[in-house]
C-alpha cells in the first residue's frame, strides 16, 4: 500500500503503536478532559463526567465460534465494555452495538447475540441506544461503544498510584485463561486432531470465566459504601503483570506483588496442574479476567481488608524500583508484560 | 451455527434487522432521551444533549483500498461522523478510532490513515479521545464512534416534520455515486478487464465528492443565523430517496418532491449521460452525499430561500398520500428506497 519507507508493526506492538499514531493529538475543546490511554475517555458536559469506552472484537482473533455461543459472545461483548466503565469508577448507562456479518448468520444467530446483549445490559441498567448491522466479507465484527457517567471528582484514572499505596485485586486471576485452554483442547478433540476425551465435569467455573464474564459493579458499590476512593484503577483485560505496568508507568511509580497473595481458584489451580502450567504465570498473564485492579492509600488498610471478594497483593514503590514479584520463596522477579498482544499473532 | 429455524438476513434487509433486534428494547434510564433509529443516540446529562453516534466500515464492502487512499480514507471515516452529529443540529465534539488489521498493513499506512482523521478533526475541532489498533485475519475493518453536544431544545430529529413543511436539501446530488462509477470504471482499467482509457479531466469534483465529502457544519450555522430550526433532518447517505422515507415514515407524513428541483451539478450530468444513467436516478438513489435533508415551516419559505447552497425541493403532505416525484413532465412516481444496502450484497 504504503510506497516508500515501510515499518512493520510488529516492531511497535499494540500499545507501542497506539501511543506513536496519538502522540501529537493536542484536545481542542474544554469539554474533553481526558483521552486516549485509559480505560475510558472523560468529558465533562455541564459538570457531569460523561466516560466512553468502545471495543472493536474481530472473529479468529477475539473469538471463535466454534465454541463460542452467540448469546454468550453477545453477553460478553456488552460485559467487557461496562468492565472498562466501572474501572472508571463510574456506572454505564448507555452502549451502541455494530455488527457486520457474512451470509452464513441468519437472523435466528442475531437473535440470541442480541439476546446475550440485553441480558447484560438488563443487569446493569444499560441502555441500548445504537444499532447497525452491515455485511462483511468474512467473518463477524463486532464494534460496540459504552457511555457512562461518574460524579465529579469520582472518576479514577491509572495515574494516581503513589508510594506506599496498597495495592488491590478482585475475585481471583488466571481462571478464564485455563477455560480457554479447556476450550482450545476440546476444540482440538472436536475436529479429530487429539486424542483426548472431552471433560467439563469440575471445570463449570473456568468455562464461566472466558465464556460469560461478570463486571464488577459490586465492588465499585463496596468500595463506594466503605468510603474508599482507590488512586488508580484498571480492569484486567490483558492481564495482572501489563495492567500492573499500566498503572505504574502512567502514576510514575514501581510495584511489589506478593505471589502466594495472588488470589487464584482451586480449579485453577487443577487446571494448570493437568496442563503443567505455571500457575503463577497463568494468574499474571493470562488475561480476560475482567477483575478491577486499583490502588488505595495505606491508612485504608482495615477498611480495605474487610471488603468481601478484595485482596491485598502487593504496594507502590518509588519508580527506581522497578515493577516486581516476590516470588513464594524470597526472591524478586522483574515483572513483564507478556499480555496478551493481538497484533502479534 | 443456530439449529432449528433458519430465516434469511435477506428477508428483513438492514432496516428491517434492526428494527426488528431491537423492536423491545425499552429504556431504562432517565438520561437516555433517544435510542435506536435517528442519526444519533440522545442522552441527557445535567441539561445538556449528548449526542452519539457510531460506524462500523468493512473494507470491501464500504471502501475499496484499491482506489481510496488510506488519508482520504481516515478523512472520510471522521467526517461521516461528524455529518450525523450535524443532521441531529449539534456539535461534533470528541471520536474515538478503532482499526483492525491485518499484517499486509504497515505503521506508515496507519499514519496515513490517521493524518486524514486528524485534518478533518482540526477541521470541525474535535479531539481524538479513544484509539485501538487490533489484528484481523483479513481486511481493515474501521469502527469510529462520535460525541457531539447540542443546547436543550436544539436538537431535531426525524420525525418532527408536519405537513405543508418545505422540503430542503444542501448543496448537490448524485455526484458521489457519480464518482464512484468512475473509479470502479478505473479499476476495471487498471485490472486489464476493460480496453478504457483513465480519463479524470473534467471530472475532478466526483472524486472529490466520492473519495473527500464535507459534514455540512455551514449549513448548520446558516440556519442558526437565520433563527430556523428545522422540523426534521438527517445527512443523505443512502440516498435521497431512502432518506425522504425515513423521515416520512417517523413523522407520519407524506411528501412531493420535485424532479427539476433536484439540485445536480453539471459534472454529475456530463458523466451520467456519458455512461448512460438515468440523471434522476442517481440522484435519488446514488447515496454517499452527505448532504443534509431537512424540512422547515411553511412560514420559513423567505428566510430559507435565502441560504446559500440550500434548495426547496418539495413539501410535506398528509400520510394517505404517500410519498412522490413529481417529474418534469407533471407525472407522479412512487418514491422508493432502493438505497444502497450493504445486507443484500
Not at 36 to 56: E, H, I, S
Request: charge should be negative; proline fraction near 3%.
Amino acid at each position: 500500500m504504503h510506497e516508500g519507507k515501510r515499518t512493520e508493526i510488529s516492531t511497535l506492538g499494540e500499545f507501542g503503536l497506539i501511543k506513536h499514531l496519538t502522540r501529537d493529538i493536542q484536545l481542542q475543546n474544554p469539554e474533553t478532559k481526558y483521552g486516549v490511554g485509559d480505560d475510558a475517555a472523560v468529558m465533562d458536559f455541564a459538570g457531569k463526567q460523561v466516560l466512553v469506552t468502545t471495543d472493536l472484537l474481530m472473529e479468529g482473533v477475539h473469538f471463535d465460534l466454534v465454541y463460542t455461543p452467540l448469546r454468550h459472545l453477545g453477553y460478553k461483548s456488552a460485559m467487557v465494555n461496562f468492565s472498562d466503565i466501572y474501572a472508571m469508577n463510574g456506572t454505564p448507562k448507555q452502549i451502541t452495538v455494530s455488527l457486520a456479518i457474512s451470509k452464513r448468520f441468519c437472523v435466528e444467530d442475531l437473535e440470541d447475540f442480541y439476546a446475550g446483549v440485553k441480558l447484560a445490559c438488563q443487569l446493569h441498567h444499560v441502555d441500548i441506544v445504537g444499532g447497525d448491522t452491515t455485511s462483511s466479507v468474512t467473518g463477524m465484527t463486532i464494534s460496540i461503544t459504552c457511555i457512562g457517567v461518574a460524579d465529579k471528582d469520582k472518576v479514577v484514572y491509572r495515574n494516581g498510584a503513589h508510594e506506599t499505596d496498597l495495592i488491590c485485586v478482585s475475585g481471583d486471576l488466571g481462571a478464564a485463561y485455563m477455560g480457554l485452554q479447556l476450550l482450545e483442547r476440546e476444540k482440538a478433540v472436536f475436529q479429530g486432531e487429539k486424542e483426548v476425551q472431552p471433560d467439563f465435569a469440575g471445570k463449570e467455573y473456568l468455562l464461566e470465566r472466558i465464556l460469560k464474564p461478570e463486571a464488577r459493579r459490586d465492588i465499585i458499590e463496596r468500595l463506594a459504601e466503605a468510603g474508599i476512593k482507590p488512586t488508580a484503577m484498571m480492569d484486567i483485560s490483558d492481564g495482572l503483570s501489563s495492567e500492573l505496568m499500566h498503572i505504574c508507568s502512567q502514576s510514575h511509580a514501581g510495584c511489589r506483588v506478593y505471589e502466594e497473595r495472588i488470589p487464584i481458584d482451586y480449579q485453577t489451580a487443577v487446571m494448570a496442574e493437568e496442563l503443567n502450567m505455571n500457575l503463577s504465570t497463568c494468574a499474571l498473564n493470562g488475561g480476560e479476567d475482567y477483575e478491577l485492579l486499583f490502588t488505595v492509600p495505606l491508612t485504608a488498610h482495615e477498611t480495605v481488608s474487610q471488603i468481601k471478594d478484595v485482596k491485598i497483593i502487593g504496594h507502590i514503590t518509588k519508580p527506581e524500583l522497578g515493577c516486581a514479584l516476590i516470588t513464594r520463596d524470597g526472591n524478586e522477579l522483574e515483572l513483564k508484560a507478556q499480555g496478551w498482544n493481538p497484533l502479534k499473532g
